[in-house]
């Protein structure tokens, strides 16, 4: 129903920036969560970041807070991760979600939890080495 295809990833320096997209096809993102996850190798898959599409509300993981971002352009059906002041341990396979959301309320622990998620995108390479 939705297919997700994740871009950008490559390698940088720590300290460097870069920027993943997700463009998402099959229908239009609309009362959805898009999220993104990371997983490092010989590590459980780790939550990053989540925006609301409708309303624009984001969390972070403590860990990116103050250095990712977030966004989303509706023209397009894609949202994006910028990710600055990388860190070697940024260094994972990241993963682009959607969650399609109904009437019920959600806490927004439960949007930190990749079970949640209906649709994963393929995963893109990000490696932080100098």
């Known amino acids: 129903q939705v297919q997700l295809v994740e871009s950008g990833g490559g390698l940088v320096q720590p300290g460097g920036s870069l920027r993943l997209s997700c463009a998402a096809s099959g229908r239009t993102i609309s009362n959805d969560a898009m999220a993104w996850f990371r997983q490092a190798p010989g590590k459980e898959r780790e939550f990053v970041t989540y925006?609301?599409?409708?309303?624009?509300?984001?969390y972070y993981a403590d860990s990116v807070k103050g250095r990712f971002t977030i966004s989303k352009d509706n023209a397009k059906n894609t949202v994006y991760l910028q990710m600055n002041s990388l860190k070697p341990e940024d260094t994972a396979v990241y993963y682009c979600?959607?969650?399609?959301?109904?009437?019920?309320?959600?806490?927004?622990?439960?949007?930190?939890?990749?079970?949640?998620?209906?649709?994963w995108g393929q995963g893109t390479q990000v490696t932080v080495s100098s």
């Open positions: 925006i609301k599409w409708n309303s624009g509300s984001t």
């Open positions: 979600a959607s969650r399609h959301l109904g009437s019920r309320t959600y806490s927004y622990y439960s949007f930190l939890s990749g079970y949640e998620y209906d649709y």
